[in-house]
């Protein structure tokens, strides 16, 4: 954002909270652009003629992490199957359920499998994915948890990576501009320098450098070598 605030000679006002409430923001127009991570909802956010705009930036992962020792047995195993496990179980599992990106996608997992089903020991923590990672981490639990937000906060939980790698697990990143027209006070053509920023090669690049605990945080989508 540096780069951007100096290039365009303004500064950007970060409201950091989930999918769902980012969203929100946007429909009401109390912002000029979101970065979010939910495909389904953006493009109903475009639908609705609540945006204008909206360009892939990014991707990285979601992961199924839980105990070392696995005791559902579910290391290795498609997402889908791994959660259906984990609930027939009983195992214990820690949902965010605060309608974020992650959380949507967690319902989305679900969804495939036919439904979640009730069982005993499914809580949900209604924070963000920091405090929701301390809390699986104290109750033992297993929990679905974005790549980037492991590494950050890896070295503070026992908890592991047992499931990985599937393209259903798969987290792109998109900027949606919001509409002007419905929202006057919006700063439409401030958002599209924004959007022209962060698909830019030299954003995309530094997208790409950027490491979080030595290893990549995202893979930018607008560089073709990635």
């Known amino acids: 954002?540096?780069?951007?605030?100096?290039?365009?000679?303004?500064?950007?006002?970060?409201?950091?909270?989930?999918?769902?409430?980012?969203?929100?923001?946007?429909?009401?127009?109390?912002?000029?652009?979101?970065?979010?991570?939910?495909?389904?909802?953006?493009?109903?956010?475009?639908?609705?003629?609540?945006?204008?705009?909206?360009?892939?930036?990014?991707?990285?992962?979601?992961?199924?992490?839980?105990?070392?020792?696995?005791?559902?047995?579910?290391?290795?195993?498609?997402?889908?199957?791994?959660?259906?496990?984990?609930?027939?179980?009983?195992?214990?599992?820690?949902?965010?359920?605060?309608?974020?990106?992650?959380?949507?996608?967690?319902?989305?997992?679900?969804?495939?499998?036919?439904?979640?089903?009730?069982?005993?020991?499914?809580?949900?923590?209604?924070?963000?994915?920091?405090?929701t990672l301390v809390i699986a981490d104290e109750m033992h639990a297993y929990t679905l948890v974005d790549r980037g937000t492991l590494l950050a906060f890896g070295h503070k939980i026992d908890l592991v990576t047992l499931v990985a790698g599937s393209s259903e697990l798969e987290n792109p990143y998109g900027v949606l501009v919001v509409n002007g027209k419905k929202h006057p006070r919006v700063n439409q053509q401030l958002a599209n320098a924004f959007c022209d920023f962060l698909v830019s090669p030299e954003t995309q690049r530094r997208i790409a450098d950027f490491r979080v605990a030595g290893e990549p945080l995202f893979r930018p989508l607008q560089l073709s070598e990635f």
Do not use: C, Y
């Open 1 to 131: 954002l540096p780069h951007f605030e100096r290039q365009s000679s303004a500064v950007v006002d970060v409201i950091a909270v989930g999918t769902g409430k980012a969203l929100r923001l946007g429909e009401s127009g109390d912002v000029d652009a979101v970065l979010v991570h939910a495909p389904a909802a953006e493009e109903a956010f475009l639908d609705a003629g609540h945006g204008v705009r909206r360009e892939s930036v990014m991707v990285n992962s979601f992961e199924i992490i839980g105990p070392e020792e696995d005791p559902v047995g579910i290391r290795g195993m498609d997402p889908v199957a791994a959660l259906a496990q984990i609930a027939a179980t009983d195992a214990r599992f820690v949902s965010r359920g605060d309608d974020s990106g992650t959380h949507r996608r967690e319902l989305e997992l679900w969804r495939r499998g036919g439904g979640r089903p009730e069982w005993s020991n499914f809580a949900e923590t209604g924070q963000g994915m920091g405090a």
